[in-house]
């Protein structure tokens, strides 16, 4: 059981807004100021959406934006459009220098 | 053009050896923390090791003591050696690219997947 929980699943209709929780149940995260979100489309490559919680790397639409609050990290798609449909993963540095990624989280763009 | 390359999956019987390899172009391997990560059959994204420009490595508990990052900069390539193989080790293997600005690590640069079965 990942220490990164998302939602199994989120929808919403084309032009809505939805969010996706990544929440750390573990104190292996230490400060969860590290966290990343990608899209990964099965049989692609992941993409990486989000880093350092909030920063976009180019390229990336600003439609997609991070935050966090406490334990909690969100990302944010606005805007929703029929191609944001696929399964979305947060990760985050833990204290020992490796990774975690939470379960993922499948969007339906309806 | 910025782009990674994994080679060397396939089918290996259970306690057996694979090295997979990760040829990289448009940019150094040696200039940049670089990852692998897998995905098993119906399964989320699992991290499994990471290799820092000054050689230090680090590796999730489901691997360590098993698997083995590297990377020749003679040949710009990444590697993963992987020994003692199980069942559970099935699954498309990633190597990646960290984005350089990121604090954290943040896989920025992905390869194609290489899948590994390992199956008698």
Known sequence: ?110 | EVQLVESGGGLVQPGGSLRLSCAASGFPVSSNYMNWVRQAPGKGLEWLSIIYTGGSTYYADSVKGRFTIARDSSKNTLYLQMNSLRAEDTAVYFCARDEPRAMGYAMDVWGQGTPVTVSS
Not at chain 1, 27 to 42: A, E, K, M, T
């Open chain 1, 1 to 110: 059981q990942s220490a990164l929980t998302q939602p199994a699943s989120v929808s919403g209709s084309p032009g809505q807004s939805i969010t996706i929780s990544c929440t750390a149940t573990s104190s292996d995260v230490g400060g969860y100021n590290f966290v990343s979100w990608y899209q990964h489309h099965p049989g692609k490559a992941p993409k990486l959406m989000i880093y350092d919680v909030s920063s976009r790397p180019s390229g990336v639409s600003d439609r997609f934006s991070g935050s966090k609050s406490g334990n909690t990290a969100s990302l944010t798609i606005s805007g929703l459009q029929a191609e944001d449909e696929s399964d979305y993963y947060c990760s985050s540095l833990t204290r020992n220098n490796t990774l975690l990624f939470g379960g993922g989280t499948k969007l339906t763009v309806l």
